[in-house]
T-cell receptor, first 113, second 114 residues
Framework: QQQVKQSPQSLIVQKGGISIINCAYE??????FPWYQQFPGKGPALLIA?????SEKKEGRFTISFNKSAKQFSLHIMDSQPGDSATYFC????????????FGKGTKLTVNP | NAGVMQNPRHLVRRRGQEARLRCSPM?????VYWYRQLPEEGLKFMVY????????ESGMPKERFSAEFPKEGPSILRIQQVVRGDSAAYFC????????????FGPGTRLTVT
């Protein structure tokens, strides 16, 4: 019930292409959905986040699409660049006093030049 | 404007020794979270603390692990009598307020148990 399932496990995209990473959840009490970017040997960095009352949020080349009825959300990276090569994690938070994050297992993105 | 600081960055301990991991939150943040990341895995929540209080420790193993966030000084995650399975990256995150949701992560401490 508290899992977040992320796919694909790895993704290879050409420079300039669109990278799409998907996540699904079961617990409808989740009310905050962030995406994190992690480079090797570094901590996760908050990229963009969305709440269930919004269907889409865009920040620069990064867009979250949220489908409440399907309990799915996705990250789209437009015009992907080699510098975007990293591991991306989706997460969800229950709020209600703890706000602990439940993470997906990650997607390793490689953008070829 | 320093971010979340963790030290040490790398820690090697023999089986049976104690490991102490420190986390200083971002300036103005009084909420600290600890997560553990195993190789090729996502992060797993361990514990959530405010100054002098443990709010949620539902992800913390019942034995050998403890955490504190004193009134003064950094938050500390303590692992007693380490075993090889404790080898992982331990990340601390901080947040400015309860219900704020945004969590900002430190660079992590990579613990290796030999």
């Amino acid at each position: 019930q508290q899992q977040v399932k992320q796919s694909p496990q790895s993704l290879i995209v050409q420079k300039g292409g669109i990278s799409i990473i998907n996540c699904a959840y079961e617990n409808t009490a989740f009310d905050y959905f962030p995406w994190y970017q992690q480079f090797p040997g570094k901590g996760p960095a908050l990229l963009i986040a969305i709440r269930p009352d919004v269907s889409e949020k865009k920040e620069g080349r990064f867009t979250i699409s949220f489908n409440k009825s399907a309990k799915q959300f996705s990250l789209h990276i437009m015009d992907s660049q080699p510098g975007d090569s990293a591991t991306y994690f989706c997460a969800a938070s229950l709020g209600g006093g703890s706000e602990k994050l439940v993470f997906g297992k990650g997607t390793k993105l490689t953008v070829n030049p | 404007n320093a971010g979340v600081m963790q030290n040490p960055r790398h820690l090697v301990r023999r089986r049976g020794q104690e490991a102490r991991l420190r986390c200083s939150p971002m300036k103005g943040h009084s909420h600290v979270y600890w997560y553990r990341q195993l190789p090729e895995e996502g992060l797993k929540f361990m514990v959530y603390l405010q100054k002098e209080n443990i709010i949620d420790e539902s992800g913390m193993p019942k034995e050998r692990f403890s955490a504190e966030f004193p009134k003064e000084g950094p938050s500390i995650l303590r692992i007693q009598q380490v075993v090889r399975g404790d080898s992982a990256a331990y990340f601390c995150a901080s947040s400015p307020r309860r219900g704020g949701y945004e969590q900002y992560f430190g660079p992590g401490t990579r613990l290796t148990v030999t």
